[in-house]
T-cell receptor, first 114, second 112 residues
């Protein structure tokens, strides 16, 4: 089966600019996650969707980050405006609905802020 | 936020078994232990998970102590392609979903 697809693979922008990342989960996976991974650290959960609804966005910096999953499939994560500390890899993961389902990750988008 | 403790780094000779320990002394009765690994420039890859019993799949074995306060991931015959960062995660079940908290993991280097 096809894995989680993310694009772009790399992105370089200047601070205060805007940027958007796209994720296409594994077909049939109702749950979708966005993570931020800063260099040298483990991934940190930003937001979790169940179909097209937000389950948990408590770790999402809502003053500058937003995410949507309008039709319950693809998702976009946006940063506006970007700060230097947003330099990181942004990972998307998906899983089947249910309590004990493993998450499957894409290879992420590496964001560099100049 | 992470509820697990792992060694920062480990080495293993190619062809030998790699035993990666993890402490999760505050684990609750209904929390599962998951293992993922991350090869450079790739997303984390699911390896295995378990609750109480030992588990085995085509990639690895998971040994969980009887008190569930620690576990060990075993790669039976390590190859160079197993060089990666290995994350032990206790899955926290909240009323809003299943949250994964990653720590900094163990960097495993398989030596030829």
């Amino acid at each position: 089966e096809a894995g989680v697809a993310q694009s772009p693979r790399y992105k370089i922008i200047e601070k205060r600019q805007s940027v958007a990342f796209w994720c296409n989960p594994i077909s049939g996976h109702a749950t979708l996650y966005w993570y931020q991974q800063i260099l040298g650290q483990g991934p940190k959960l930003l937001i979790q969707f169940q179909n097209n609804g937000v389950v948990d966005d408590s770790q999402l910096p809502k003053d500058r980050f937003s995410a949507e999953r309008l039709k319950g499939v693809d998702s976009t994560l946006k940063i506006q405006p970007a700060k230097l500390e947003d330099s990181a890899v942004y990972l998307c993961a998906s899983s089947l609905q249910g309590y004990n389902q493993p998450q499957h990750f894409g290879d992420g988008t590496r964001l560099s802020i100049l | 936020d992470a509820k697990t403790t792992q060694p920062t780094s480990m080495d293993c000779a190619e062809g030998r078994a790699a035993n990666l320990p993890c402490n999760h002394s505050t684990i609750s009765g209904n929390e599962y232990v998951y293992w993922y690994r991350q090869i450079h420039s790739q997303g984390p890859q699911y390896i295995i998970h378990g609750l109480k019993n030992n588990e085995t799949n085509e990639m690895a074995s998971l040994i969980i102590t009887e008190d569930r306060k620690s576990s060990t991931l075993i790669l039976p015959h390590a190859t160079l392609r197993d060089t990666a960062v290995y994350y032990c995660i206790v899955r926290v079940a909240t009323n809003t979903g299943n949250q994964f908290y990653f720590g900094t993991g163990t960097s495993l280097t398989v030596i030829p």
